[in-house]
């Protein structure tokens, strides 16, 4: 059942991405390279699923899903560049920047992330006064206070010997803060009380960590074919992580007590919340 589930919220976005219209000019071809290149769709999925698990409708909210989708994907051609982690493969193709250039990757970011914001201001999303809440808390998560924050953090530790404490902060904003507002996206796109959407936070929190600790094992124990991009970068660049920092045994022990808090926190929703749960569970064994 959780993967029949799984595929039609993969299928779901897929269309409508597949839909959307692009021009015939170096900077649409860009942009279109890497977002349809393939991906896991983890954050719109969390969002379709967040919002069906609080009794919404999915398709309801799939500009706002797929509005995740490309701000993720930005962020990715912007992390491959040569002056963040230079990478010349992602998802088993030549990164963007090595395709198009590397000042056409930098627009094509720039231009994935203000399409999401066309996405989100979609009239036919919900109310307008949580259409409102929504763009404002995906405009924070992907930004200082989020994503990029996250990205800077990670940056500056480069070389250097991190806590544990200062990787999790890493990774709360790098990783899990766009993750945590997919979950909350779909929570108040479909009218879920304050509790409930606490609940979801809580959840996507403890996922978001996980997802990190994987990636983090993934560079050890992966190969580059099956992860589509070199294993062992972070490695290469001296970056701190829960491996390095841990051990394996002990950063698998890690990813196991997240994926269980998230559990733990969907007990909390008087919902059927067995698909959330269950993907906490396929985050934890994936292979890329």
């Known amino acids: 059942m959780f993967k029949e589930t799984l595929q039609r919220y993969i299928s779901m976005i897929e269309q409508y991405i597949a839909q959307i219209s692009w021009g015939k000019d170096s900077l649409s071809e860009s942009m279109s390279y890497s977002l349809v290149g393939g991906g896991k769709r983890i954050r719109p999925v ?3 699923a ?3 698990t609080m009794g919404g409708n999915p398709e309801k909210i799939l500009p706002a899903a797929a509005a995740l989708e490309l701000i993720h ?12 982690d230079n990478d010349d493969y992602r998802r088993g193709r030549l990164s963007n920047h090595k395709v198009f250039g590397e000042a056409n990757a930098i627009l094509a ?6 399409y999401a914001f066309e996405f989100l201001a979609d009239p036919t999303l919900g109310q307008p006064e949580q259409q409102l809440r929504v763009v404002r808390e995906v405009a924070v998560a992907a930004g ?4 990029v924050g996250g990205q800077v953090l990670d940056l500056a530790g480069e070389g250097k010997q991190l806590s544990l404490e200062e990787i999790e902060e890493i990774h709360k904003g790098k990783t899990g803060a766009l993750l945590t507002v997919s979950a909350r996206l779909g929570g108040i796109l479909a009218g879920g009380t304050e509790s409930e959407i606490e609940a979801l936070t809580d959840y996507a929190q403890a996922l978001g960590l996980a997802f990190q600790i994987k990636d983090d094992i993934l560079d050890v124990v992966g190969d580059s074919e099956t992860l589509g991009k070199p294993a062992g970068s972070d490695l290469r660049q001296g970056k701190s992580t829960y491996v390095s920092l841990l051990g394996l ?16 926190a969907l007990k909390l929703l008087d ?3 067995a698909f959330l749960s269950e993907l906490a569970v396929y985050i934890e064994q994936r292979q890329h």
């Open 46 to 48: 969390l969002a379709l």
């Open 249 to 264: 045994e002990e950063a698998t022990r890690q990813l196991h007590f997240q994926i269980q808090k998230a559990q733990s």
């Open 50 to 52: 967040s919002a069906e």
């Open 73 to 84: 994907t930005y962020s990715l051609i912007h992390d491959d560049l040569p002056a963040l």
């Open 271 to 273: 919902k059927n919340s």
């Open 144 to 147: 200082k206070s989020g994503m």
């Open 109 to 114: 970011g720039d231009g994935l992330l203000t």
